[in-house]
């Protein structure tokens, strides 16, 4: 079954949006987490189909571990990602240890880059809609100017 890796996610952004992504594009979606409250609300990520607990995200060698695993139970790892900022570097060492995916530098730029990510992902038809605002650039207008775009 072909497999996402995904390491550390938040409740929504970015991060939960490309799970999303990666759900409804076929892929098996495994997220590793440390995160013990993400257990026990389980049932509101129904697009992770496995969800694993790792103390510490930051341990390399176990996370290897743990993906070997998901190999020699079948799962066929395509990628290993995150797009949570402390993790880009690490998901990226496993990849290349794993030698699963290729992460390029540019993917790297873009994982890292909130605003860019969602602008490479804006056309696909599984991406919500969304805007950006600039907190120092808004006027009192904004909602006027809002409501004035959206029917």
């Not at 993400?38 to 129904?46: D, G, T, V």
């Amino acid at each position: 079954m072909d497999t996402i890796v995904f390491i550390g996610c938040n409740k929504s952004g970015t991060s939960r949006e490309a799970l999303k992504a990666a759900s409804e594009m076929g892929y098996f979606t495994v997220l590793y987490t440390d995160r013990l409250k993400f257990l026990n609300q389980r049932k509101e990520f129904p697009e992770v189909h496995q969800l694993i607990y790792i103390k510490s995200l930051d341990d390399k060698n176990l996370l290897i571990e743990e993906i070997q695993k998901l190999i020699t139970t079948g799962k066929n790892v395509k990628a290993c990602l995150s797009l949570i900022d402390p993790f880009v570097s690490i998901a990226v060492d496993i990849s290349e240890t794993l030698q699963v995916g290729r992460i390029t530098k540019e993917a790297i730029v873009i994982m890292e880059n909130k605003a860019l990510f969602r602008e490479k992902l804006k056309s696909l038809s599984y991406t919500p809609h969304f805007f950006f605002t600039i907190k120092n650039n808004l006027s009192e207008n904004f909602p006027n100017r809002r409501k004035n775009t959206y029917h």
